[in-house]
């Protein structure tokens, strides 16, 4: 079936370095979607990403699908002690109206 | 706006013990999910429903069943508790199937 795989599986950083995190699917996706899970939260959505090399922004977070639309990019610049949390991306599984998550990335931010 | 909303927020449960989590949703979504959140292991997908009367199986189904008897509530149930089954539980909707997921605020479970 298909998988997502993201990498890193956790990183901390100071406050005000940067951060990325990296999604990677098995198989093309049609669509990739970002979601934040703050601590002792639920995962929230954060972006959609439909077209092949898209890139979109968000204040501080930059988003990119890749050429292949394989994989897809989250980065934080200049992180933030609000930006800690899990980020998963997630990708419609062929064959059912689902998503399939990542494992997601948590980010801790230390002052 | 409610949103999505689970019921209950805890549970401790003994082995062998069944019981119910509730999830109604007031946005008129014709799919709702149920997945499990273990620690480090992202989300799981156990039963989907792309409509009222309509349910089929995720990635991790055994010991869960589900109904949808209207488009609002999509209830779990757990029959025969295991510690398996001690997890985060999330509810969410969507209004498409691929579309972005509204979830619950979830149902921590411990099976002791």
């Known amino acids: 079936g298909q998988q997502v795989m993201q990498i890193p599986q956790y990183q901390h950083v100071q406050e005000g370095e940067d951060f990325t995190t990296y999604c990677n699917s098995s198989t093309t996706l049609s669509n990739i979607q970002w979601y934040k899970q703050r601590p002792g939260g639920h995962p929230v959505f954060l972006i959609q990403?439909?077209?092949?090399?898209e890139v979109k922004k968000q204040k501080r977070l930059t988003f990119q699908f890749g050429e292949a639309k394989k994989n897809s990019s989250l980065h934080i610049t200049a992180t933030q002690t609000t930006d800690v949390g899990t980020y998963f991306c997630?990708?419609?599984?062929?064959?059912?109206?689902?998503?399939?998550f990542g494992k997601g990335t948590m980010l801790l931010v230390s002052p | 706006n409610a949103g999505v909303t689970q019921t209950p927020k805890f549970r401790i449960l003994k082995i062998g013990q069944s019981m119910t989590l509730q999830c109604t949703q007031d946005?008129?979504?014709?799919?709702m999910y149920w997945y499990r959140q273990d620690p480090g292991m992202g989300l799981k997908l156990i039963y989907y429903?792309?409509?009222?009367?309509?349910?089929d199986k995720g990635e991790v189904p055994n010991g869960y069943n589900v109904s949808r008897s209207t488009t609002e509530d999509f209830p779990l149930r757990l029959e025969l508790a295991a510690p398996s089954q001690t997890s985060v539980y999330f509810c969410?909707?969507?209004?498409?199937?691929?579309?972005?997921?509204?979830f619950g605020s979830g149902t921590q479970l411990s099976v002791l």
């Open positions: 997630a990708g419609p599984n062929s064959g059912y109206s689902t998503l399939t």
């Open positions: 969410a909707s969507s209004y498409a199937g691929y579309e972005k997921l509204f």
């Open positions: 429903s792309v409509g009222a009367g309509i349910t």
């Open positions: 946005m008129n979504h014709n799919y």
């Open positions: 990403l439909v077209k092949s090399g």
